[in-house]
């Protein structure tokens, strides 16, 4: 059983940078490939971005392409979402994923879930 733990949101303003990090405990983090997904009120939960077990191949939304970083430190069991220039439309409560089998884009391919952190961006 693997537990996340999600940090880092708060309100910016449009342009800004925000970095989040999630901390896995409970089982082999390497063994997991990793993922950012966000919920924005009224909507769906959608896909930001993953990264592989190795780390070596990474996925991403179009509408964050370009902006958005996802990272892993396996010695840290800690994945991360750098988050640049940031607009109103990315503000939703950003949740980690994990799964040992998928390295996706849906949200029936994760697993295990962390409770999400809430990034709010003012125009």
């Known amino acids: 059983q693997v537990q996340l733990v999600e940090s880092g949101g708060r309100l910016v303003q449009a342009g800004d940078s925000l970095r989040l990090s999630c901390v896995a405990s409970?089982?082999?983090?390497?063994?997991?490939?990793m993922g950012w997904f966000r919920q924005a009120p009224g909507k769906e939960r959608e896909f930001v971005a993953a990264?592989?077990?190795?780390?070596?191949?990474?996925n991403y939304a179009d509408s964050v392409k370009g902006r958005f970083t996802i990272s892993r430190d396996d010695a840290k069991n800690t994945v991360s979402l750098q988050m640049n220039s940031l607009k109103p439309e990315d503000a939703a409560d950003y949740y980690c994923?994990?799964?040992?089998?998928?390295?996706?884009?849906?949200?029936?391919?994760?697993?295990?879930w962390g409770q999400g952190t809430q990034v709010t961006v003012s125009s």
């Open positions: 990264v592989s077990r190795s780390g070596s191949s990474t």
């Open positions: 409970g089982g082999i983090f390497s063994a997991y490939a």
């Open positions: 994923a994990a799964d040992r089998v998928h390295f996706g884009s849906k949200v029936y391919e994760y697993r295990y």
